[in-house]
């Protein structure tokens, strides 16, 4: 059964994507249009009941959470293709703790600058200065932790790529691309040469080449 992902032109379901390619599962996407509020339609609301992106659908199965959904695709398929979770139960476990620290640490304050440099010129709202430096300030500490981290392993997690890696590429490149932020990560040498590393997988430049950013 062809698994379906749900809003391919996103950041958070190119982390499924990334992972399904990865994971070397067939899959195939289906559109939906965020800024016209197809989310928000009673036909996809049956889907995901919180209206957000992504959800994917295998056979009868329904999953939404891009994490859940990249736990749940790494665990079922743990001998096929990339091993994203590791290989000792150790190992797991500093990836599951590194992939909750991308969660709770790296992604609010770079979701908000998203917002704020992004979405919000976009739509004709303001931006709001205040919050975009204490954004930048929060994402910064973040990064100092991971400069000293990756000074002593090349990936998160240990010295294996993984989920806690992979997670971080969708929003990373905005950071690095189109918010125009991209000294925030060269500035640091070790998070500087992850980034380099993990966002030249064969995996992330074809889901790039497949389905363009919105914005």
Not at 84 to 95: A, N, P
Not at 115 to 128: A, E, F, R, T
């Amino acid at each position: 059964m062809v698994v379906k992902v749900y809003g391919p032109d996103y950041a958070c379901p190119k982390r499924v994507i990334v992972c399904l390619i990865e994971k070397e599962i067939e899959f195939e996407t289906v559109h939906v249009d965020g800024f016209k509020g197809e989310h928000k339609e009673p036909q996809y609301l049956k889907l995901q009941p919180f209206g957000l992106l992504p959800v994917i659908q295998d056979g009868d199965y329904i999953l939404y959470e891009s994490r859940a959904i990249l736990r749940y695709y790494a665990e079922k398929y743990k001998n096929q293709g990339t091993d994203l979770l590791g290989k000792t139960i150790e190992e797991r476990g500093l990836v599951e703790q590194w992939l909750e620290v991308e969660a709770h640490n790296f992604n609010p304050p770079i979701y908000n600058l998203v917002m704020d440099l992004l979405v919000h010129p976009l739509l004709g709202l303001p931006s709001d200065p205040k919050d975009i430096e204490e954004s930048e300030e929060k994402l910064g500490k973040v990064l100092d932790i991971y400069e000293e981290r990756l000074s002593k392993t090349k990936y998160l997690a240990g010295d294996f790529f993984s989920l806690a890696d992979l997670s971080h590429l969708p929003f990373g490149h905005y950071l690095m691309n189109s918010m125009g932020k991209e000294n925030m990560v060269k500035e640091r040498k070790h998070v500087n040469a992850w980034w380099d590393d993990i966002s030249n997988r064969p995996s992330w430049k074809k889901v790039l080449q497949l389905y363009k950013y919105p914005m």
